[in-house]
């Protein structure tokens, strides 16, 4: 592969285009498995699960966190769609935990079992997040 | 010259209304720029999560996957209005224009037979269809600035629990788009079946070699993928339709300025010329006055 062979990649949430810059490498936690994007990657889409977004450009390496959503590859153009993006500075693990002691009490009181589904991805998400804050 | 006295009332009054329009004017501009930001930061989103749709529709062709949230429900022919307005009055015709729109669908509707359901956003709106068409709104809500995300999610996720339960075939959107700040565009947007943008697909044809793998599969990301377009377009409307509020409510209040402008111009000739036909009038009499002595 070229050496100057790059990755366009722009990460877009719902209320802004949070990053659209050459990369690289990408790397991201698809719901099947995490997955490494170099240039000339097969055209996929593909869902996010909550966690970490690791992006390689000149030789630095930039982690993010994704609290979900899709993928898509094409002709070297990478665009991931996620529902939340946060740093590390953005994340508290004690507010985490509280919201996963909140959900849990929150099952118990449930009996619809999409309630229950979307509770457990939520316990799911702050799980991530907590791990993402402790890995760096 | 009492005569004289209510005309210099009618000159205050029409000041002061002219006063409050001015300032209506400002607040309006200056919470159409933040409309406009946030319409214009959620496009992205938007744009990128229909083309990922538009790509996975094509690669669905051949496939006889078929979700009723991506082409419809064909046992029904109940179609659902999300008609998008805004809470507040004083916009020029920005209201009536969706109201409009909303008559001249239903009128369609009527015309094949079908049955149709109103889903209100925005105030207004709600206030002047339910005088028409009472029977058929299922929900009315009001626009909250802070949770405008949250209510499209809200409502389509009732979209999907009443597909889901066969209660209706099709959906559409009618809001304002944001044009310029002085002319908005009624559009109706297709929500079910998803409308696909026609350049896009045509775009498409080019690499239509290219077919895409998928992580897990095409059916699991559409499933998972529609919901969220769903209230991503409905989130969009609402922008739009806000950002568009705001720019017709700017021009409405210019324009009702400037009229108030040329009305004071007015009143003040006719109070002036009165007043000079009175002190004439009074002029007159003191004059063939002296000449009588």
């Known amino acids: ?29 698809g719901t099947e498995g995490d997955f490494g994007i170099l240039p000339g990657h097969a055209a996929i889409i593909s869902s996010i699960r909550p966690g970490l977004l690791e992006i390689e450009a000149d030789k630095a390496i930039e982690k993010m966190f994704i609290g979900g959503g899709f993928i898509e590859v094409l002709n070297d153009k990478v665009s991931i769609l996620a529902t939340e993006v946060l740093t590390s500075n953005d ?41 993402f804050k402790n890995i760096n | 010259m009492s005569n004289l006295k209510e005309l210099k009332n009618k000159i205050d009054s029409v000041k002061s209304t002219r006063k409050i329009t001015q300032a209506m004017k400002m607040v309006a501009a200056s919470k159409l720029r933040r409309a406009q930001e946030s319409a214009e930061s959620a496009r992205p989103y938007s744009e990128k999560i229909s083309k990922i749709m538009s790509s996975l529709a094509l690669g669905m062709k051949d496939s006889d996957v078929s979700l009723d949230l991506l082409l419809g429900n064909k046992d029904n022919t109940t179609h659902i209005i999300i008609a998008v307005t805004s809470d507040r009055g004083l916009c020029g015709g920005f209201n009536s224009s969706i109201v409009r729109a909303v008559k001249t669908k239903a009128k369609e509707l009527i015309a094949t037979n079908s049955e149709f359901k109103i889903i209100c956003i925005g105030k207004k709106g709600a206030d002047v269809l339910k005088g028409l068409f009472a029977d058929k709104i299922i929900i009315s809500s009001n626009i909250n600035d802070k949770n ?19 209660e209706f075939a099709t959906c559409s959107v009618i809001y304002n788009q944001f044009k310029s700040v002085i002319s908005q565009i009624v559009r109706e947007q297709s929500l079910i079946p998803c409308s696909i943008d ?55 209040m210019d324009s009702a300025t400037r009229n108030a402008g040329e009305m004071i111009d007015k009143l003040n000739l006719s ?14 009499e003191i004059i063939s006055g002296a000449e009588a002595l």
């Open chain 1, 1 to 29: 592969m070229a050496e100057e062979e790059k990755l366009n990649l722009e990460v877009v949430s719902p209320e802004k285009l949070v990053m659209s810059k050459s990369v690289d490498m990408v790397t991201i936690s």
């Open chain 2, 148 to 166: 405008s995300f949250l209510l499209a999610e809200d409502i389509s996720a009732e979209l999907v629990s009443k597909l889901d339960a066969n």
């Open chain 1, 91 to 131: 994340i508290n693990i004690s507010e985490c935990e509280d919201k996963i002691n909140k959900c849990n009490d929150e099952i118990g009181k449930s009996k619809k079992e999409l309630d229950k589904e979307s509770i457990l991805k939520s316990i799911d998400k702050y799980q991530a997040m907590i791990e």
């Open chain 2, 198 to 252: 026609m350049e896009e697909n045509e775009n498409k044809q080019d690499d239509d070699m290219i077919s895409f793998e998928f992580e897990p599969d095409e059916k699991e990301i559409l499933s998972d993928l529609l919901p969220k377009n769903l209230a991503i377009q409905i989130y969009k409307a609402i922008l739009e339709s806000g950002a568009g509020e705001q720019g017709a409510r700017m021009a409405a």
């Open chain 2, 271 to 284: 109070y002036n010329r009165q007043r000079q036909a009175i002190i004439t009038g009074e002029l007159i």
